[in-house]
């Protein structure tokens, strides 16, 4: 007979961290804590100011847009741009853009896809400089992937990381902090359907991004929900789980978390001094969902094994 087994797994508290706000497959990722995200967001004054009608007409506008980007077949990344993501900002408030500006005096090796200007003043000033010099006056660097590229693998053919989406935004957030001597340190990554929101300033630049699964929220064709995405006990219904996600999206990554409250304050500053706090405390839930995908049906594994085993 085998006696009882005892198996002890050890996670980084970094790594731990960066798990924490994972919520499904919906959303995920570290730079804001889970109950930031869940409850904490609903005091923040640009979740108080974005109203359920504007919300419903913003909705309306990316249904539309996407039932025409549909009917692409095999987007390519010119094409999911132009016809779906710079559109898509542009619904969220960000209308003021400048393509493809150079990070480098003389070369050209880092080039993001967009440069975004919280208003047309920022704009004006920019564009009289030299293209790395308008970084100063931006607001977010963004990369922009055909629809539902993987974002940290390699396309077929490219070895390198250079050809990672992820290691290209890391490579993009580097140099636009050294340019700006610190003064832009937001990115975006998305493929259409994903968005990834990044921050030079975090612990870990490269786990501690959030990220939303879009197409799942909007419930698109071939985005179907699938076994992590239980809706969490704190949402009556799925319609109200989804609609939380939504509005979460549109204050993340819309222009007015670029607009400061009476505090002089912006939504992001709020989310991180909020959630620098929560991450000081204990959190008796802190280990849930430490692991997913594969990993989580592994862990089930060996505890059944443990518990055949001990028997």
């Not at 025409?68 to 559109?87: H, Q, S, V, Y």
Request: some cysteine; proline content about 4%; overall charge positive.
């Amino acid at each position: 007979m085998i006696g009882p087994m005892l198996l002890i797994v050890v996670i980084p508290e970094r790594r731990r961290a960066a798990n924490w706000a994972r919520i499904g497959t919906f959303l995920n990722g570290g730079l804001f804590t889970r109950d930031f995200l869940l409850e904490g967001i609903r005091d923040a004054p640009a979740w108080k100011r974005l109203d359920d009608a504007v919300l419903a007409n913003v909705r309306d506008r990316l249904n539309a847009l996407f039932v025409n980007f549909g009917k692409l077949r095999n987007a390519t990344e010119a094409e999911t741009e132009k016809e779906l993501i710079w559109p898509l900002l542009e619904a969220f408030g960000w209308t003021e853009m400048l393509i493809r500006q150079n990070l480098s005096a003389k070369r050209r090796d880092d080039v993001p896809d967009a440069l975004l200007f919280p208003n047309a003043e920022t704009k004006q000033k920019a564009m009289p400089l030299s293209a790395w010099q308008r970084f100063q006056h931006g607001a977010y660097v963004v990369e922009a992937k055909r629809w539902a590229r993987p974002l940290d693998r390699a396309d077929a053919g490219q070895r390198d990381e250079e050809g990672v989406p992820s290691t290209q935004m890391l490579r993009y957030l580097r140099r636009v902090d050294d340019v700006t001597n610190g003064g832009l340190r937001w990115g975006i990554l998305t493929s259409g359907r994903h968005w990834r929101l990044y921050f030079r300033g975090a612990l870990s630049i490269g786990e501690d991004f959030l990220e939303i699964d879009l197409g799942k929220v909007l419930g698109l064709p071939g985005c179907e929900r699938d076994l992590l995405d239980k809706r969490l006990d704190v949402f009556a219904e799925d319609d109200a789980w989804r609609s939380h996600i939504f509005k979460l999206f549109a204050v993340v990554f819309g222009r007015d978390a670029f607009l400061s409250d009476h505090r002089g304050e912006t939504f992001h500053q709020l989310a991180q001094t909020v959630g620098s706090k929560s991450r000081s405390r204990p959190r008796r839930f802190r280990t849930r969902k430490l692991l997913s995908g594969t990993s989580t049906h592994c862990a089930r594994f060996k505890r059944k094994s443990i518990r055949r085993a001990g028997s």
